[in-house]
């Protein structure tokens, strides 16, 4: 079967700790496929490489010899904050469906993109430690070369960019406030917090405290401006009977106020940016911006400050709607919506953070959009879309991130909007890290909650999926989450 034509360059970019990271060409954040403890334990004397002393949003390269190398294909955890499924389905997707080449890049000088090889898909590495202005600059440099040579050809080419996560923030900062709008037909993001995640307050300022190599990576990741812009800029944080934002407030431990008012102000400038190009004939009639919104999941949505420390809740503030009451488990469906897009996004799915952009629905949905804005004047035809799926009940997965040997592991899940109780859920629980063990776990309903336990599970990365029977196209879609068993 004959591939579908693309006339734009798509760039994939991932979400903060999904690239590869190296300092003076060795590998210092290699987690890729691998349980962290193990990565850790074999390169953990590394991890001090990536302290940010100082981040100049201004500067290109700050001098450390850090780069980003490559995008993690695999899975990836950091427990206690983020849990990443890869992204290797989603560029075969890509490639598989559509006629694209794959392009490459490197920094020949430090902070200074160059085309190795033109190409209409590229994956951008970025250092997500860093203010994601500088990433966005960098992704204008690749931008611009890539588009300068496929106009070679096709002179009307613009943008596809594909974003997970954070990296939706640096795509908008160069869209919005680099003028990267006037190049680009589409923006595609997958649960990317455009208002940010209470969990980022949790990380911050109570750190990870199973393992000694983990607590020193959550000690990192308070240097880092990147985790800043990852605050929540909505009032999410209760002191007294007072909501307040993380900027607004003093004390709050481990999270210095001064640097996340300047996070706040990042935020601040893509919307006035965005506000200045919508109000131009031009500006209006700019990219489409299609966000993939994760619900039905338990989700941290507040938190509060008593006696210097903080407790974070998977209750909403009284000011959230009940319908945005949820999220992905990462980022808050309230925030995982851009600003100017409330009331019309239609692209919510059940499913967790770090799944959305490998999710075999969505995968589906984005090639037919990719397709329909790739052939000239299609986008304008009246008529029916993508095949419609029957509306289907929403299922969510509960289970921590990190176990040590001896716990056994707790899988819950909850089914919301069936019309029929499903007969059972069943769990898998399988090797993430490679081949080995795949396991059936029995789940037990009790008062609309499902529950299972595993014990004894060796060392290593884990995906557990859990789905409902019997299946058909009026069943829940399955769900699947990242843990990892260490010693």
Same mark, same amino acid.
């Given at each position: 079967m004959?591939?579908?034509? =693309?006339?734009?360059?798509?760039?994939?970019?991932?979400? %903060? =700790?999904?690239?590869?990271? +190296?300092?003076?060409?060795?590998?210092?954040?290699?987690?890729? !496929?691998?349980?962290?403890?193990?990565?850790?334990?074999?390169?953990?004397?590394?991890?001090?490489?990536? /302290?940010? *002393?100082?981040?100049?949003?201004?500067?290109?390269?700050?001098?450390? !010899?850090?780069? *980003?190398?490559? $995008?993690?294909?695999? *899975?990836?955890? $950091?427990?206690?904050?983020?849990?990443?499924? !890869?992204?290797?389905?989603?560029?075969?997707m890509i490639m598989d469906e559509f006629d694209v080449q794959d392009g490459a890049f490197t920094e020949h000088v430090?902070?200074? %993109?160059?085309?190795?090889?033109?190409?209409?898909?590229?994956? /951008?590495?970025?250092?997500?430690?860093?203010?994601?202005?500088?990433? &966005?600059?960098?992704?204008?440099?690749?931008?611009?070369? *890539?588009?300068?040579?496929?106009?070679?050809?096709?002179?009307?080419?613009?943008?596809?960019?594909?974003?997970?996560?954070?990296?939706?923030?640096?795509? @908008?900062?160069?869209?919005?406030?680099?003028?990267?709008?006037?190049?680009?037909?589409?923006?595609?993001?997958?649960?990317?917090?455009y208002r940010g995640a209470v969990q980022t307050i949790d990380y911050l300022a109570n750190g990870f405290r199973k393992m000694v190599e983990l607590k020193m990576v959550s000690d990192m990741a308070r240097s880092f401006t990147s985790m800043y +812009?990852?605050?929540?800029?909505?009032?999410?944080?209760?002191? !007294?009977?007072?909501?307040?934002? $993380?900027?607004?407030t003093e004390g709050v431990p481990n999270i210095d106020r001064e640097r996340s008012a300047q996070a706040l102000a990042f935020h601040r400038e893509i919307e006035k940016a965005v506000e200045q190009r919508r109000s131009t004939a031009e500006g209006a009639a700019a990219y489409t911006l299609i966000p993939f919104v994760g619900t039905a999941q338990e989700t941290l949505l507040s938190a509060e400050i008593q006696g210097g420390k903080i407790t974070t809740s998977?209750?909403?503030?009284?000011? %959230? &709607?009940?319908?945005?009451g949820v999220g992905d488990g990462t980022v808050p469906q309230v925030s995982a919506i851009p600003i100017e897009m409330e009331g019309i996004v239609e692209t919510y799915l059940a499913a967790r953070h770090g799944s959305l952009q490998q999710h075999t629905q969505v995968l589906e949905d984005l090639r037919h @959009?990719?397709?329909?804005? +790739?052939?000239?004047?299609?986008?304008?035809? @009246?008529?029916?879309?993508? &095949? +419609?799926?029957?509306?289907?009940?929403?299922?969510?997965?509960?289970?921590?991130?990190?176990f040590l040997r001896e716990e056994p592991v707790l899988v819950q899940a909850r089914i919301k909007g069936a019309s029929t109780p499903p007969q059972d859920i069943v769990a898998t629980v399988s090797r993430a890290d490679g081949p080995g063990t795949q396991l059936k776990l029995r789940m037990e309903e009790h008062d609309g909650q499902w529950r299972g336990e595993i014990a004894g599970l060796e060392p290593g990365l884990y995906r557990v999926e859990v789905r409902t029977r019997p299946g058909g196209p009026s069943a829940a879609l399955p769900v699947h989450e990242l843990f990892e068993v260490s010693d």
């Amino acid at each position: 079967m004959a591939k579908a034509r =693309m006339r734009d360059v798509v760039i994939l970019l991932p979400g %903060i =700790m999904g690239s590869v990271l +190296q300092r003076h060409g060795k590998d210092v954040w290699p987690i890729s !496929g691998t349980a962290i403890s193990r990565a850790l334990i074999t390169t953990g004397g590394s991890i001090a490489d990536l /302290f940010l *002393a100082a981040d100049d949003p201004s500067v290109n390269d700050l001098g450390d !010899g850090v780069k *980003a190398t490559r $995008v993690f294909p695999d *899975a990836h955890i $950091v427990p206690g904050f983020v849990r990443i499924d !890869g992204y290797s389905r989603i560029k075969q997707m890509i490639m598989d469906e559509f006629d694209v080449q794959d392009g490459a890049f490197t920094e020949h000088v430090p902070g200074d %993109i160059r085309l190795d090889r033109p190409g209409t898909f590229f994956e /951008f590495p970025y250092d997500w430690r860093r203010d994601n202005r500088a990433s &966005a600059r960098r992704l204008k440099q690749l931008a611009e070369q *890539a588009l300068v040579e496929r106009r070679k050809t096709v002179p009307d080419a613009k943008l596809v960019l594909l974003a997970h996560s954070m990296g939706g923030l640096v795509s @908008r900062y160069y869209l919005e406030c680099l003028d990267g709008w006037k190049d680009c037909r589409t923006l595609v993001t997958f649960g990317t917090p455009y208002r940010g995640a209470v969990q980022t307050i949790d990380y911050l300022a109570n750190g990870f405290r199973k393992m000694v190599e983990l607590k020193m990576v959550s000690d990192m990741a308070r240097s880092f401006t990147s985790m800043y +812009q990852l605050l929540p800029i909505y009032k999410a944080l209760k002191t !007294g009977d007072e909501w307040r934002r $993380v900027a607004e407030t003093e004390g709050v431990p481990n999270i210095d106020r001064e640097r996340s008012a300047q996070a706040l102000a990042f935020h601040r400038e893509i919307e006035k940016a965005v506000e200045q190009r919508r109000s131009t004939a031009e500006g209006a009639a700019a990219y489409t911006l299609i966000p993939f919104v994760g619900t039905a999941q338990e989700t941290l949505l507040s938190a509060e400050i008593q006696g210097g420390k903080i407790t974070t809740s998977r209750n909403a503030p009284a000011w %959230i &709607a009940p319908e945005f009451g949820v999220g992905d488990g990462t980022v808050p469906q309230v925030s995982a919506i851009p600003i100017e897009m409330e009331g019309i996004v239609e692209t919510y799915l059940a499913a967790r953070h770090g799944s959305l952009q490998q999710h075999t629905q969505v995968l589906e949905d984005l090639r037919h @959009r990719l397709a329909r804005v +790739q052939t000239p004047g299609l986008a304008a035809i @009246r008529g029916p879309g993508p &095949a +419609q799926e029957p509306s289907r009940p929403d299922l969510s997965l509960d289970v921590d991130d990190f176990f040590l040997r001896e716990e056994p592991v707790l899988v819950q899940a909850r089914i919301k909007g069936a019309s029929t109780p499903p007969q059972d859920i069943v769990a898998t629980v399988s090797r993430a890290d490679g081949p080995g063990t795949q396991l059936k776990l029995r789940m037990e309903e009790h008062d609309g909650q499902w529950r299972g336990e595993i014990a004894g599970l060796e060392p290593g990365l884990y995906r557990v999926e859990v789905r409902t029977r019997p299946g058909g196209p009026s069943a829940a879609l399955p769900v699947h989450e990242l843990f990892e068993v260490s010693d």
